[in-house]
């Protein structure tokens, strides 16, 4: 029903990935900010599939184009709308697909909601092209964050249940996530999962994997008790980008091994500053900031378009049958989903500070 | 700054540990709808103490008082207030507390949040027994969805560690899961959590674990793609219950490492239903639900509230010191959580079942 | 379906005329904000009858009760909710209605709206009763805004025709309305309009009247253009009161037969400030305030409970039939309804001022 | 800040006067719903400048495209973005203007709000151009209503102080209103009109008017009472249309001067159907509509672009000066405003429609 993300810093998407065009309306950007076309371009060409081995080798050439709310380079406070138009895609494959809804996709859901009007070519709506919207609207949150000096950074944790077995430091994760074509820092476990993931694809199969995001030097406090979280935005947000089954924060799962004295992290005061020794809450207690680096960890589970045969029914027939998803596909979205993750977290924590302090 | 849950089935909840009382205004209920007192009274009992062992001794009579939107029995179709009136606590331990924050808990951002005139008795509103309002809330919205058949049904899966280790049956969790103290349906793994509850309560200290929820019955395509995802919507619910550090769907985390043949389910008839042969979805795909039972996963950590001495910091001499939070807390707060996962998941689910198709 | 107003300074209704009680719960007043229940108390006894001669002779003590977000006198930036509970009230008249809708009562409508299940005692939920809340929200509105020596001030400039027929001096308003049992600051108009409210009350016949609110001290630039526009959120606010049929700002309909020429405020500057030398435009334009007086109106219908014989339908045989409204009812509810209209005014004044600047 | 209407039909205005474009996101239309490019255009083109006289020489072709949420000529369920391409200005007179607000322009508070940075040519975002967006998603509403056989009427009753000085017939108003340049059924009162509009335009001057809206068929018992009444609503968003200064219902003010047994309609029975004798409410009782037409009138002041010298001040210099609007302006904005107030209804009767009975 409502397509809109966040309070204050408000994003409402549009768009089909075989439509004319994927946008955006962003809503609540502050008046003057500095607005370069050239970076928002930036962060969604970090989306782009980045190596043959683990993704699609369609051409995809997203150039944003804004269509309103900047004025002399600067944001006006006036809605900014932004599209990025389609290229002429070829929507023959999805024909096939209209009556035999694919294992894993939003195609049976869909039908039911949609009773069957719509646009199913591509995905649609539920394409993961949508995602561009958000990106674009997460270059300019980032800015707004960049004002406070927050940064926000996600990287690759772990694809096809390879990990990189190892916490690296703020500045390796700053320097090198967008060198690797996988968004992993670390180059060892970079090699074994595209490794495992050219096996995937030999095998016309796809892979899953986890995404870390940090967001560093917020302020304590941010976010709010009971149902404006900032623990509970930023799932909800995360949880809207398509493939995602599993959020979560600090020690995440671990936390619900581990005892109270050893999940607890203790207080102390560095440089004038009160600070915890360890960070299993991930910079989260109570639904607030506490000026921790919040840390927040996504899973994804593998694309669901693979090239071996499935199970599905005929929704004519309602017989069973089966198909075989055709066209050039993802093997592995996880290092696409880096800046989309990115771009999330950004559109959250700006809407929180924006709406500022009680 | 909102604390409003839901747009169709609306919870605002208001009240603090120690302040006069906790409550919840619920809005969108349907007229007509019957009202037991004592059905509501029902739910909230089962997140009472239940045990002595895994629990805190304090005695809690919580009795709850309809004061509108109810008129011979039934919903107006006006907002429903309900209170919980709060028995006379005794908040000394807390004026200790209030310079010195507890490590785990929202004390410290809190302070900085409110400039310290946050009610720090007993938690203030960051106090779990704020969740009263939401399982008053709860045992209406299990009304309206009773209405369509639809249930919903928590259970504790780990504690401390120990899992059940088999998947029980949805009857097995129907029958069982509130008549076991620990909200856990396997008796042998609720043994072995009794004594690991024992044994941290022997030290001073605490434990978390998992609760999982399923809702039956659900019809395909509730939710919407895009920002008012099922999912979506039911995680930020869930993360807004205090302790939780984790949400996942289906084959969850577990999903990131299979491969997408493994992890699709596959499509089939039954009963000229079309259902899925596995359930890794934890029914919903593209942000709607499936028909497939619902299966979400929540974990808790440990509460933070531990006899053991922890480091902390003095706020008004920026110093580190020493604390040990007395009083009676809970050792392990994930059964009585059960409840409360459930009353989250129902009061979202009946918002999305008013908002109806498109 | 929602009953919240406000985004920031948000207050949420429940409860009915002759139910439990009346309340409202605030959310978004920052922290640190000193409370008397006094000051509360009093603007709630602002609306309470004030002469025999115009108002019901119930008597009505409405005490405010504060029941949460208030600790050490102030507030804690937490949901305050505050309930007036009602005093046992006579509900047999209204049986006899149940089936009778009073002409110009929401009987009808609501019969339709809610199937039958309203609490039609006392007007149930469509009482003006319900203001009780608003008032009572708004005292806490007043004091945000008086921190920035922003002053609302309404009063009544028109009754049963006869109007004030001068502008009286802010400093008139300020210190006659609330001596004037009428809220009139005119001594000649109110002789008259009270003589007029004594023939109506001999002939079982009411009256309907014009209140008019001055904001003062207004930074320029409030609200927003398009969809949040200060000057449509008010009126939204306005119209939600019983009984408003029309609101106009500045010259209001009025305007409507001006030029140009004759309409446009001109700029001068005084003091250093931007003021205009008119103020047609009541203090708003492009849907942000102006820096000068915001200047509203809003008419009131009379009270449709009347003594004199009217013709109605009965529901059941869906025959017409004739009613008399027995019991007390106002004559004229114009007088009481202007602490609801500036404490519409300052919720909506103060949630546009905690948004702040774009 | 935030710039949607609506809650279940929501719309999103973009664009800027002098910008790329002025557009729409349209989102909870129902999926299914036939959009022809050529009903949209229609509405558009009934804003369109109808005559020389009384409107803007200007050449404007404002032609629609659907930029997303239509496939095989039906509505998908996705949001619907259109937009209208704006013609090259010349925004050159506007330079000028930059720092000498214009008398009853958003010139002023938009500088101080928006800190200097807001898009000034053509108005920006405070132009009636954006009114666009809302007659195009008018144009989807409205077809949502016609399968209920709901009809939005609307038409000219007042310009410059010349009343139609009669009530025209539902037949009439749907025949005649689109016939008329000045949308006023009145062939008399027309011309009367029209020489005023002609004396103004010599002058350098302009009028305002007076807008009446009716919708027809609507079931009774839509809108909320509290903060979702459907008066309230319709007046929120009639309010956010440019240089409206007043909304009343049925007898609106004149309520105000009426007796209660005057005012108030009589119910009788008519087909089976529960009917009222007269229609002073105007279709809305406790925030719900009754099943009678529903009647607004909107107050417009005069446009405030005006070719006479004007007093202003210079915001750099803060010195008094003179300011002569230049350009082509309308006269009278009012005949242009018809197809924006039954766009505006129209979207607000969908939004309840579509939320539903309770």
Chains 1, 2, 3, 4 share one sequence.
């Not at 043959?52 to 709308?81: H, M, Q, Y």
């Not at 964050?145 to 772990?158: F, P, W, Y």
């Amino acid at each position: 029903m409502s397509n809109s993300l966040g309070r204050r810093f408000k994003i409402t998407l549009f768009g089909e990935s075989h439509g004319r065009c994927v946008g955006v309306v962003v809503e609540g950007c502050p008046p003057g900010l500095e607005v370069r076309e050239e970076l928002i371009q930036a962060e969604l060409d970090k989306r782009k599939p980045g190596g043959e081995a683990f993704s699609t080798p369609r051409l995809e050439e997203d150039k944003v184009e804004i269509l309103s709310g900047v004025f002399n380079g600067r944001t006006t406070g006036a809605p900014i709308c932004m599209v990025v138009w389609n290229r002429k895609q070829d929507s023959t494959p999805y024909e096939k697909l209209k009556w035999t809804p694919r294992p894993g996709h939003a195609d049976y859901p869909a039908y039911v909601k949609y009773r069957g009007f719509h646009d199913y070519r591509g995905g649609g709506i539920f394409s993961a092209r949508l995602m561009v919207g958000v990106v674009a609207a997460g270059a300019l949150a980032k800015q707004i964050l960049r004002e406070k000096e927050i940064d926000v950074l996600a990287h690759v944790v772990e694809i096809g249940g390879i990990g990189i077995g190892r916490t690296p430091s703020i500045e390796e994760i700053r320097e090198k996530t967008y060198k690797s074509a996988l968004r992993c820092v670390d180059e060892e476990a970079s090699l074994k999962m595209q490794h495992k993931i050219e096996e995937a694809k030999r095998e016309g199969d796809s892979l899953g994997g986890i995404v870390e995001c940090l967001a560093l030097n917020l302020p304590a406090g941010l976010g709010d008790p009971l149902f404006n979280a900032l623990d509970a935005d930023l799932a909800h947000a995360l949880f809207c980008i398509p493939a995602v089954k599993g959020v979560e924060f600090g020690a995440g799962f671990k936390a619900a091994r581990m005892k109270g004295s050893e999940n607890n992290d203790p207080y102390t005061v560095e440089n004038g500053r009160i600070v915890t020794l360890t960070n299993n809450a991930g910079g989260v207690l109570g639904g607030m900031s506490t000026g921790m680096p919040l840390i927040v960890r996504v899973a994804f589970k593998p694309p669901s378009s693979i090239a071996k045969p499935q199970q599905t029914v005929n929704l004519k027939t309602m017989k069973p049958t089966e198909i075989k998803v055709e066209g050039k596909h993802d093997v592995c979205f996880v290092p696409r989903a880096v800046p989309i993750v990115e771009a999330m977290v950004a559109c959250v924590l700006a809407d929180h500070l924006l709406l500022g302090q009680l």
